[in-house]
């Protein structure tokens, strides 16, 4: 059976008439996660009627995929399925909030047009963490410059020079990178790329005052385009091919850091969802999400290899795997993560999120995946947790203690790499813990060791 083409046709028929709005947001990327993250909540917005503007989107690396874009009128499916507060999640939607896309490499004077136009107000990004680092050789006068920062250093020239240097017509600037502080670090990186390019004092004076590098923290897993097999099945529900389909699970989080008020008011869209956070400080969604989701994917990843299982969901569904991960987040790691800023049901609820979420019948998350970068991983998600552990009871852990002792016979065994206790904790209890644990591993295997 061939299905037609995903188009405006569709669109209009399920989602109501295809209205024309203004570009307001230049994002950096077309990659699954900004499409199933801010592409989504501004979508959301404009079928509210709250945001009221649109994405155009510049491709970096080269023109592929971009008559992908152009024959389905920048049009996307998304499917939402998973389990979320206890609701079983199964649906869908046509996702319009994409003007245009454009090649750096072929449209650059066209992109750089862009910083001309008032409307424009937001940068979006996400070039992954090797996208934002600073080349010290590139040059705004390329056309285009190499990096991100420089292509984006380019266009703030343009909108400096094209509006006389009002301040009014800075941007709000979102990178959404994988790394801490990423607004803060994509300003150092434009501050210092500027004085390469011998840029005046007056254009970082507006650098710095007229625009908002804001701290981000996006949170949903979007593993993109499913298999085959399931993309037929999928299609066939919909009635209409997508060749730019993406599926997410339901839960979804965005914090932007910022105390502007200006800055608010541009990113209406944060009305719309309480997903969307915007808050002076972001550290708390930062803390919950490395220590609850992050922290407890690397304290279960040896436990779940050495115990035989392949999937995060194959894990969820074996009883005593599933006891485990539920003590892990209740007895050990919640109380660890309970602080000025964190309060017990705030971490509760982010717990029995990340609960749902491993238990998602439709991600397919490998374990083998998870436990790439595996020491550095443990070092900085878990090393904090086993010391606040340490800090709080007299008692040893059980549940950290297991998983890292997991983490210990499974380095030996696929690494053939020692762990040095010293290089992640201090305290003699866990030591000892950690030992037994080894021991246990050892002797009776990880799936009888999981029955506690």
């Known amino acids: 059976m061939v299905l037609p083409s995903l188009n405006y046709n569709f669109f209009e028929s399920k989602q109501g008439a295809h ?41 970096s690396t080269d023109s592929a995929g971009l008559n992908e874009f152009d024959q389905q009128n920048n049009l996307f499916t998304q499917c939402i399925r998973g389990v979320y507060s206890g609701d079983h999640i199964d649906t869908s939607l046509i996702n319009n909030s994409i003007k245009s896309v454009l090649s750096a490499k072929q449209s650059w004077q066209d ?21 934002l680092v600073l080349d010290t050789n590139d040059l705004i ?79 949903r897993i979007v593993p993109g385009k499913p298999d085959e097999k399931e993309l037929k099945e999928l299609e066939l529900k919909l009635g209409y091919s997508d060749s730019l389909l993406i599926s997410s699970e339901p839960f979804a989080l965005w914090a932007i850091e910022t105390n502007k008020a200006a800055t608010k008011e541009k990113l209406s869209f944060a009305l719309i969802d309480d997903s969307v956070v915007i808050a002076p400080s972001i550290l708390k969604y930062r803390e919950l999400k490395l220590r609850l989701l992050n922290g407890t994917h690397t304290f279960c990843c040896a436990v779940a290899l050495l115990a035989g299982f392949e999937t995060v969901i194959q894990a969820m569904r074996d009883a005593d795997f599933k006891k485990f991960i539920q003590k892990l987040l209740n007895q050990e790691l919640i109380p660890s993560v309970v602080s000025d800023t964190i309060t017990h ?28 970068n595996f020491e550095e991983k443990m070092k900085m998600r878990n090393a904090y947790l086993i010391d606040q552990y340490a800090k709080i009871n007299s008692a040893p852990s059980t549940y950290m203690a297991l998983g ?49």
């Open 345 to 372: 049901e705030e971490a509760t609820q982010f717990a029995n999120n990340v609960l749902e979420r491993f238990a998602n019948p439709y991600i397919l998350h490998k374990w083998s995946s998870i436990s790439m």
């Open 111 to 131: 992109i750089i047009a862009l910083a001309q136009s008032p409307q424009l107000e937001i940068i979006i990004s996400n070039t992954t963490e090797a996208g």
């Open 141 to 219: 006068t390329k056309e285009p410059p190499h990096s991100f920062p420089g292509k984006l250093l380019a266009l703030l020239v343009e909108r400096w020079k094209y509006f006389e240097g009002d301040t009014s017509k800075g941007w709000v600037i979102l990178p959404t990178e994988l790394i801490p502080d990423n607004g803060k670090a994509l300003k150092e990186i434009l501050l210092t790329l500027s004085k390469i390019n011998q840029l005046s004092d007056a254009f970082i004076a507006w650098l710095i005052t007229a625009n908002d590098f804001c701290n981000t923290l996006v949170d």
């Open 404 to 452: 890292f002792a997991a983490f210990c016979c499974y380095m030996q065994i696929k690494e053939n790499k020692h762990i040095h206790f010293s290089e992640y904790f201090t305290d003699t209890l866990f030591k000892t813990q950690v030992e037994k644990g080894i021991a246990a591993i050892t002797e009776k295997g990880m799936k009888s060791c999981l029955a506690i």
């Open 19 to 59: 209205k024309e709005l203004p570009a307001k947001v230049l994002q950096f990327g077309t990659g699954v996660l900004l499409r199933g993250l801010p592409d989504y909540f501004i979508y959301k917005a404009n079928q509210q009627g709250v945001f009221n503007g649109k994405i155009v989107v510049v491709k």
